[in-house]
């Protein structure tokens, strides 16, 4: 069995052929999921598809690069559906340097306030960082993150990062770049990330694994994830899907 932790099945691109992506993902042994929400309508489709399906979960946050556009009431809302028993998560959340639609200093206290919630409601966050890595840990350590822990989301960076990461209860995930052909730093991280801490996904539609890279992504594809990293560590595809699987169900707490 396998568990993509991060799905973007309520994205506009899987609008016409949702049930066929599913039936795919299953013949894969892909039997969990989670649904990221990071604004109004991917929220709202979301809570949709966890009412819908029994396999798929939710995380709910707000995404840095629409920063700009968080009101309160957003937070408020969020803050409601967390109580939802099927909404695991808060995020994605995180900093975003690359685009520059929100200011930094808006991206940040939009940062703080979910991890803040995540505390106060007492759910792991999921994390999207781009371009900020010295600023996201910086703020994960000030915002006492560890007391919830949750995922450094597609994760590209450094073993001294990861480590870092990894101390303040935050598990290392990994997508679609770590099976790229020309992605060594990637390969070499992922190769010394503790079994414990790991975790895979897909971020579908986006950032598709070789030999699919250019295409849609979707969560049939994180088997793949999974054959590279049990490559790179040298252990068997079923140890790495054990081991990731049950990482994945004991940060959501998911007991079924």
């Given at each position: 069995m396998l568990f993509d932790t991060h799905v973007h099945l309520n994205a506009d691109q899987f609008n016409d052929d949702l049930e066929d992506v599913i039936e795919r993902a299953k013949e894969r042994n892909v039997e969990k999921m989670v649904v990221v929400g990071f604004d109004e309508p991917t929220i709202n489709r979301a809570m949709e598809l966890i009412e819908k399906y029994d396999f798929m979960y939710a995380s709910v946050?707000?995404?840095p690069v629409d920063a700009i556009d968080m009101k309160d009431e957003h937070l408020t809302w969020i803050e409601?559906?967390?109580?939802?028993?099927?909404?695991?998560?808060?995020?994605?959340m995180g900093l975003d340097y690359h685009w520059d639609k929100s200011p930094k200093d808006i991206q940040k206290?939009?940062?703080?306030?979910?991890i803040r919630l995540a505390r106060k409601?007492?759910?792991?966050?999921?994390?999207?960082?781009r371009d900020a890595t010295e600023d996201v840990i910086t703020i994960l350590k000030e915002e006492s993150v560890?007391?919830?822990?949750?995922?450094?989301?597609?994760f590209t960076g450094s073993i001294e990062v990861a480590k870092q990461?990894?101390?303040m209860n935050m598990y290392i995930s990994f997508g679609g770049p770590v099976t790229f052909k020309n992605a060594k730093k990637p390969k070499e991280v992922a190769a010394e990330i503790p079994l414990d801490k790991l975790l895979i996904?897909?971020?579908?539609?986006?950032?598709?694994?070789?030999?699919?890279?250019g295409k849609r992504n979707e969560p049939a594809y994180v088997s793949y994830v999974a054959e590279q990293i049990a490559e790179l560590k040298g252990i068997s595809y079923d140890e790495l899907a054990k081991h990731t699987t049950e990482n994945a169900l004991k940060l959501?707490?998911?007991?079924d």
């Open positions: 946050g707000w995404h409601e559906l967390a109580a939802h028993p099927k909404v695991v998560a808060i995020g994605e206290e939009v940062f703080r306030r979910q409601v007492n759910l792991p966050i999921i994390i999207h960082n560890e007391e919830v822990g949750g995922i450094m989301h597609c990461c990894m101390g996904e897909t971020d579908c539609p986006y950032l598709t694994p070789h030999p699919y890279r959501f707490r998911i007991n």
